[in-house]
């Protein structure tokens, strides 16, 4: 089983900057495709962004050009660094990998 484990989230004033990092046990981590996702109130989870075992990356359009994904997996770790932070930023915010999800980090954006 594996286990995944989000940090990184707090509160934000618009414009600032966080960096979410997802923790994964297991050995074969480096072999995934690993999605950060979020979820705001009263909303679907909607994905954001595809790192593949390559490194390739996709994002979704909301995100493109303020989010950057990346993995470690040397520390079996993928990040995602968020800059130009909105209001609408503000959710619960998950990695997932081989259809296992963490508990999320909270962002919330606000001044």
């Known amino acids: 089983q594996v286990q995944l484990v989000e940090s990184g989230g707090g509160l934000v004033q618009p414009g600032g900057s966080l960096r979410l990092s997802c923790v994964a046990s297991?050995?074969?981590?480096?072999?995934?495709?690993i999605g950060w996702y979020r979820q705001a109130p009263g909303k679907e989870r909607e994905w954001l962004a595809y790192?593949?075992?390559?490194?390739?990356?996709t994002y979704r359009d909301p995100v493109k050009g303020r989010f950057t994904i990346s993995r470690d997996n040397a520390k079996n770790t993928v990040y995602l660094q968020m800059n130009d932070l909105r209001p609408e930023d503000t959710a619960l915010y998950f990695c997932?990998?081989?259809?296992?999800w963490g508990q999320g980090t909270q962002v919330t954006v606000s001044s």
């Open positions: 997932s990998m081989g259809g296992n």
């Open positions: 297991g050995s074969i981590f480096s072999s995934f495709i």
């Open positions: 790192i593949t075992s390559g490194g390739s990356t």
